[in-house]
């Protein structure tokens, strides 16, 4: 009943920060990137909630269950080095006066700005929805696990009220996923610290864990194979040098150039809040990932093997209710829940706005929808592709922390040149993007198709070899293409592009009075 309790005021906020973040949707970019005026403490904390999904919460506990430290080096130092490298994103992406509103639309702005359809921008849309289509449907698995736990409910029935979640969350757009994180990122804090403390307590402290594991011979599974001994201290675990490596590569550098931590750079309202944001972060996830280290390793010592056929993506839902006191483990799971939800609506988010904003109406640029109409048709999307995907995650998939791996490790195969080298590269031009993007794509599903060892890295020096191939024989960039990130005072002509892409009358209007400004000084 408490763990009902906790989880109604939980709902109770969700709803009412969604509806009262309706009135700030009100433009386009409202409703895509805040409208580019996000402050710092609300950055941290939707920051922090994007981070912390249930790859973080509950898949790598799983994999420190299974493997022990050595999910530590591949997934935990991969992202925290991650986000380290993130402001270097941060610092140029966020420089433009009149910055991008989507991924894709900073795409067409710095490799076709002169194209009224952008062929690369429909690609790149294309490939975040596939993407982030995946991304959400792991969080209705790892919510449907969580909220089974909580209620008692079937699964297959329990993913269904993550529909709840997603609706009133997605209809105040950015603003409304943005208000919801901040208190998600605060449960998610209390609720691992307490759940650390309580496993923390019934191992009997730090020094039982790694005597216990040290030497632990126990399968996964009660039936498995008995793991080596020492092999949950050792750096690499059961993976093997290559397969951690490649893990760790995926999410470090694939991690950096996903589409929605350079979108979320496009929110703030300045470079030095973009950057501030990220490193407050790195200290609130600090104190999340500790604790879930503890509760990984820990749950080794508490639990030895689960039933046969469990996934380990459970260890940390069965820990919190039988080792934890009611309150804290209620909290605990309702932080569960908000991992999911916090992921799953920033993700969505991105999914809809790729196909609709990004595809669709870069497709069809003579379409004209207002900005109501716009709003609109993007939380139908919304809500119709979440319930696709609450259908698609009656079956759960396999690992819920290796789906994230894979993704972004083909994330950063892709997008890698497009984000590094067009954010600090001048030369950097549209053959290059499509070159770079196209092979490291195909590069990387055949090496994953092909077993390689290290997919992402086979595909990545792939891309950039196709990139030093054609770029030095194609024509250089017009400077309309990359004068916002390398200029702070642009010209006419620049400004002009970008309103012709963005299509915002209300920045038409300013810019024909800057010109006329200009025109009367002159």
């Not at 989880?7 to 009262?20: C, K």
């Not at 999911?340 to 809809?352: G, Q």
């Amino acid at each position: 009943m408490l763990y009902l309790i906790v989880l109604g005021f939980y709902v109770a906020f969700v709803i009412w920060a969604s509806l009262r973040s309706l009135k700030e949707a009100e433009s386009m970019s409202d409703f895509t990137t805040g409208g580019h005026r996000m402050g710092l403490l609300l950055g941290i904390g939707t920051t922090t909630a994007t981070w912390v999904s249930v790859a973080s919460v509950m898949g790598v506990p799983g994999y420190l269950y299974s493997n022990g430290v050595s999910a530590i080096i591949g997934w935990v130092a991969g992202w925290f080095l991650a986000t380290s490298l993130i402001p270097l994103v941060a610092y140029k992406i966020r420089r433009p006066e009149t910055p991008a509103r989507t991924f894709p639309e900073y795409i067409h702005l710095r490799f076709e700005p002169f194209r009224k359809v952008s062929h690369l921008r429909t690609i790149v849309g294309a490939i975040m929805f596939i993407g982030y289509f995946l991304f959400v449907h792991l969080q209705v698995v790892g919510f449907g696990i969580v909220f089974s736990t909580i209620t008692g409910i079937d699964y297959k029935y329990a993913i269904f009220a993550f529909l709840i979640f997603l609706l009133f969350t997605s209809i105040g757009g950015f603003w409304s996923v943005a208000a919801t994180d901040a208190l998600n990122t605060t449960l998610i804090v209390i609720g691992v610290i307490l759940g650390g403390g309580a496993v923390l307590a019934a191992t009997g402290g730090w020094g039982n864990i790694v005597d216990s594991i040290s030497v632990t011979t126990s399968p996964t599974n009660i039936g498995g194979s008995e793991i080596p001994e020492g092999s949950m201290i050792s750096p690499v675990g059961t993976f093997g040098l290559g397969a951690l490596f490649a893990i760790f590569m995926s999410n470090a550098i694939g991690s950096i150039v996903s589409p929605h931590w350079v979108t979320r750079m496009l929110a703030p309202k300045n470079i030095k809040v973009a950057i501030l944001q990220i490193m407050g972060s790195v200290f609130v996830l600090t104190a999340i990932f500790v604790p879930l280290i503890i509760m990984g390793l820990g749950a080794k010592t508490l639990i030895p093997s689960l039933p046969a056929g469990q996934s380990t993506d459970y260890i940390i839902p069965v820990i919190i209710q039988e080792y934890t006191p009611p309150l804290v483990g209620a909290l605990t799971l309702v932080a569960l829940c908000a991992a999911a939800v916090s992921s799953a609506n920033s993700m969505l988010l991105h999914c809809a706005t790729s196909v609709y904003y990004d595809v669709y109406l870069n497709i069809f640029p003579n379409k004209k929808i207002n900005e109501k109409k716009f709003n609109m048709n993007l939380r139908i999307g919304m809500f119709a592709i979440a319930v696709i995907a609450v259908i698609s995650a009656i079956t759960p998939p396999w690992f819920l922390a290796m789906g994230f791996t894979y993704v972004y490790g083909g994330f950063g195969a892709v997008f890698f040149a497009v984000v590094i080298l067009g954010l600090y590269w001048k030369r950097m031009n549209r053959a290059g993007a499509y070159v770079s993007m196209l092979v490291g794509l195909f590069t990387y599903i055949i090496a994953q198709v092909s077993n390689a060892t290290n997919p992402f890295l086979i595909a990545l020096v792939a891309s950039l070899a196709g990139v030093l191939a054609v770029v030095f024989f194609t024509k250089k960039p017009p400077v309309e293409a990359y004068e916002p990130y390398f200029k702070a005072d642009i010209s006419p002509s620049t400004k002009q592009t970008i309103i012709n892409i963005q299509k915002n009358e209300k920045d038409e209007k300013v810019i024909r009075d800057e010109t006329e400004k200009v025109k009367k000084d002159a």
